[in-house]
């Protein structure tokens, strides 16, 4: 039997909880803000971002500039960005200058009012501080030279720069890094230009044409190499890794070809046209973002982390492209992740053993009732969860195969990723699909599974015990 570290520290894995951060109104210091409702104040839908940051070595602060295209859902007279730790200098809406306050975690803007469904632009500009709050509780992760943002562990991508920080209010984007020439500026997507500047400076400038949730972004900048080759079905695998130990991640970051058709063979085409591994110098958490997987170099260089990679990389599905709507339906993020993950480490530990992937999901199945008493049920998690919404998610979807079959439950899965691609998923959504494709009512069974407070026998498995030692 496997050890059970992916079991206990799963707690370190990138998730996908917290939704609309900063968007409680009374987080702001200004009085104005504090009496409007944050619904009120987020009626539009985010279209695109521009983001520009600028990195000086002397410095913790940054200069940047955030247009957002939106659309208008409701008439608006005035409307809020969420925004921490920076100023901010200017604000303009369709061009022109416009009234707003700045204060805790808002920017609340005052513009020409804007009829229902109108599409405007806003644009502001800022200084933001890389510091974060007691505990490091807050998105940045520095080195002696450049950092890279952790914005998911405590849904502060708002602390980096304006905008609507909602997992369902997804967006393109276009992101621009400026830096010393003798360092690299690193961002999600696709490098459309790179350009030297006068002052030894370089900007690269990134382009993320599919929508993209607020939290799932990385901005960095070090003494980086980045590199490109083709990758299995078109893919272009993109890496970034510290250039003092290019040559020694060179061989393990090769396993991200191996990672991709397995996962592709099972879930159909990866969603996106550019994926590999952010390996970023000093201290932090793996964590997926949209078309990049960020694990430390010093992690990476210490083994080829099998069912952390595979993990991060079906987030790419299932989180990044298949996005939850709110926080009781991150299992279908966190649960996927975690079920792939395993059986793709299962495979790799103990080649050619059909019964490796089911001895892991009864080690999974030992712990599911200890973890639903302490963090609830999968899609009715208590405000501090995680783990249940991975092992019981898991579980859920394991059951799911279990009763309907392995080559049902792949068109399931393969109905999901194709219906929502781009797009969010709920609970219910989930169900439904499962439903009709397998042409059999599976509400109850899932039902069970994501909601109940008791683990429910696991189909096939009668001798499974919840809330013992697997043996």
Same mark, same amino acid.
């Given at each position: 039997?496997?050890? +059970?570290?992916?079991l206990i520290?799963?707690?370190?894995?990138g998730?996908t909880?917290v939704l609309a951060?900063?968007?409680d109104?009374?987080a702001s210091t200004t009085? $104005?803000?504090?009496?409007?409702?944050?619904?009120d104040l987020m009626?539009?839908d985010?279209?695109?971002?521009d983001v520009?940051?600028e990195?000086?070595?002397?410095s913790k602060?940054m200069?940047?500039?955030?247009t957002l295209?939106?659309?208008?859902t409701g008439?608006?007279s005035?409307?809020?960005?969420?925004?921490g730790g920076?100023?901010v200098?200017?604000v303009?809406?369709?061009?022109?200058?416009a009234?707003?306050?700045?204060?805790?975690?808002r920017?609340?803007?005052?513009?020409?009012?804007?009829?229902?469904?109108? /599409?405007?632009s806003v644009t502001v500009?800022?200084v933001v $501080?890389r510091?974060?709050g007691?505990?490091? !509780?807050?998105?940045?992760?520095?080195i /002696?030279d450049?950092f890279a943002?952790?914005p998911?562990?405590?849904?502060?991508v708002?602390?980096?720069?304006?905008?609507?920080?909602?997992?369902a209010?997804?967006?393109t984007y +276009?992101i621009?890094v400026?830096?010393?020439?003798?360092l +690299?500026?690193?961002?999600?997507?696709?490098?459309?230009q790179?350009?030297?500047?006068p002052?030894?400076?370089?900007a690269r400038?990134?382009?993320?044409?599919?929508?993209m949730?607020a !939290?799932?972004?990385?901005i960095?900048?070090g003494?980086?190499?980045?590199t490109?080759?083709?990758?299995?079905?078109?893919? $272009?695998i993109?890496?970034v890794v510290?250039?003092?130990?290019?040559?020694q991640?060179?061989? +393990?970051l090769?396993?991200?070809?191996d990672q991709?058709?397995?996962?592709t063979?099972?879930l159909?085409?990866?969603?996106?046209?550019t994926?590999?591994?952010f390996?970023?110098?000093?201290t932090?958490?793996?964590?997926?973002?949209q $078309?990049?997987?960020?694990?430390s170099a010093?992690?990476l260089?210490s083994?080829?982390?099998?069912y952390l990679?595979?993990?991060?990389?079906n987030?790419?599905?299932f989180?990044?492209?298949?996005t939850?709507v709110?926080?009781?339906?991150?299992?279908?993020?966190?649960?996927?992740?975690h079920?792939?993950g395993?059986?793709?480490?299962s495979?790799?530990t103990?080649?050619?053993?059909?019964?490796?992937?089911?001895a892991?999901m009864?080690?999974?199945?030992a712990?599911d009732?200890?973890v639903r008493?302490?963090?609830g049920?999968?899609?009715?998690p208590?405000p501090v969860?995680?783990?249940?919404q991975?092992?019981g998610?898991?579980?859920?979807?394991?059951?799911?195969?279990?009763t309907?079959?392995?080559?049902?439950?792949?068109?399931?899965?393969?109905?999901v990723?194709?219906?929502?691609?781009?797009g969010?998923?709920?609970t219910a959504?989930?169900i439904a699909?499962? #439903?009709?494709v397998?042409g059999?009512?599976?509400?109850g069974?899932?039902?069970?599974?994501?909601?109940?407070?008791?683990?429910p026998p696991?189909?096939?498995?009668?001798?499974?015990k #919840?809330?013992t030692?697997?043996s």
């Amino acid at each position: 039997m496997k050890p +059970t570290y992916r079991l206990i520290t799963l707690g370190l894995v990138g998730a996908t909880a917290v939704l609309a951060a900063g968007t409680d109104a009374t987080a702001s210091t200004t009085d $104005t803000a504090r009496t409007v409702d944050a619904q009120d104040l987020m009626r539009y839908d985010a279209l695109h971002y521009d983001v520009g940051l600028e990195y000086r070595s002397d410095s913790k602060d940054m200069e940047g500039t955030t247009t957002l295209k939106a659309r208008a859902t409701g008439a608006l007279s005035r409307f809020a960005l969420d925004f921490g730790g920076g100023r901010v200098s200017r604000v303009t809406v369709n061009g022109r200058p416009a009234r707003f306050q700045a204060g805790g975690e808002r920017v609340l803007v005052t513009p020409k009012p804007l009829a229902d469904g109108a /599409e405007f632009s806003v644009t502001v500009d800022f200084v933001v $501080t890389r510091s974060n709050g007691p505990d490091n !509780h807050g998105p940045w992760r520095e080195i /002696e030279d450049g950092f890279a943002i952790d914005p998911q562990r405590y849904q502060t991508v708002h602390h980096v720069y304006p905008c609507k920080n909602d997992i369902a209010d997804k967006a393109t984007y +276009t992101i621009s890094v400026t830096a010393p020439a003798h360092l +690299t500026g690193v961002a999600n997507g696709d490098l459309a230009q790179t350009r030297q500047l006068p002052g030894g400076r370089t900007a690269r400038t990134y382009r993320m044409a599919h929508p993209m949730p607020a !939290h799932d972004g990385q901005i960095a900048v070090g003494p980086y190499s980045l590199t490109t080759r083709p990758g299995p079905d078109g893919v $272009t695998i993109r890496d970034v890794v510290p250039t003092a130990q290019a040559g020694q991640l060179k061989q +393990t970051l090769a396993r991200t070809d191996d990672q991709l058709r397995w996962q592709t063979a099972r879930l159909g085409a990866y969603p996106f046209g550019t994926y590999g591994i952010f390996a970023p110098l000093g201290t932090i958490s793996p964590y997926e973002s949209q $078309t990049m997987t960020t694990i430390s170099a010093s992690s990476l260089a210490s083994g080829p982390m099998d069912y952390l990679r595979a993990h991060e990389l079906n987030h790419q599905w299932f989180g990044a492209s298949v996005t939850p709507v709110k926080l009781n339906d991150d299992w279908t993020a966190e649960g996927h992740a975690h079920f792939y993950g395993t059986w793709y480490d299962s495979e790799q530990t103990n080649p050619g053993s059909p019964d490796a992937f089911a001895a892991d999901m009864r080690m999974n199945y030992a712990m599911d009732q200890e973890v639903r008493d302490s963090e609830g049920a999968p899609a009715r998690p208590k405000p501090v969860s995680g783990q249940t919404q991975r092992v019981g998610g898991a579980l859920a979807l394991y059951a799911l195969r279990q009763t309907v079959g392995a080559q049902t439950f792949e068109r399931i899965e393969r109905a999901v990723v194709s219906r929502f691609k781009d797009g969010v998923v709920s609970t219910a959504d989930y169900i439904a699909v499962a #439903s009709q494709v397998s042409g059999r009512d599976v509400s109850g069974l899932l039902k069970d599974w994501l909601y109940g407070t008791k683990t429910p026998p696991m189909p096939g498995h009668p001798d499974w015990k #919840s809330g013992t030692s697997a043996s």
